[in-house]
């Protein structure tokens, strides 16, 4: 099993800045396929970002250009870099990682952008 703990949500104004992390136990990290995914309130669950296990990454065409995925390998760690925030990313953001079977969620953490 992989655990998954998400931190760096809060409240942010419009325009600015917020990095989410996204700590995973276990020593499979490096091979697991890890993303990012938000969901506000009245909607579904949406992908935001992905980064595969080789460093791939693909985005929502929503936040192209001002959100960031990467991870670091050396510490089991994902992040979420978002830039040039807009009211619209207000949601509760939650890490997922996929390796065959396997298919786990965080807590999630919530932000708010204020406009």
């Known amino acids: 099993q992989v655990q998954l703990v998400e931190s760096g949500g809060g409240l942010v104004q419009a325009g600015g800045s917020l990095r989410l992390s996204c700590a995973a136990s276990?020593?499979?990290?490096?091979?697991?396929?890890m993303g990012w995914y938000r969901q506000a309130p009245g909607n579904q669950r949406e992908l935001v970002a992905v980064?595969?296990?080789?460093?791939?990454?693909n985005y929502a065409d929503s936040v192209t250009g001002r959100f960031s995925i990467s991870r670091d390998n050396a510490k089991n760690t994902v992040y979420l870099q978002m830039n040039s925030m807009k009211s619209e990313d207000t949601a509760v953001y939650y890490c997922?990682?996929?390796?065959?079977?396997?298919?786990?969620w965080g807590q999630g953490t919530k932000v708010t952008v204020s406009s």
């Open positions: 980064i595969t296990k080789d460093g791939s990454t």
């Open positions: 997922n990682a996929k390796f065959y079977a396997i298919n786990n």
């Open positions: 276990g020593s499979i990290f490096r091979f697991i396929e």
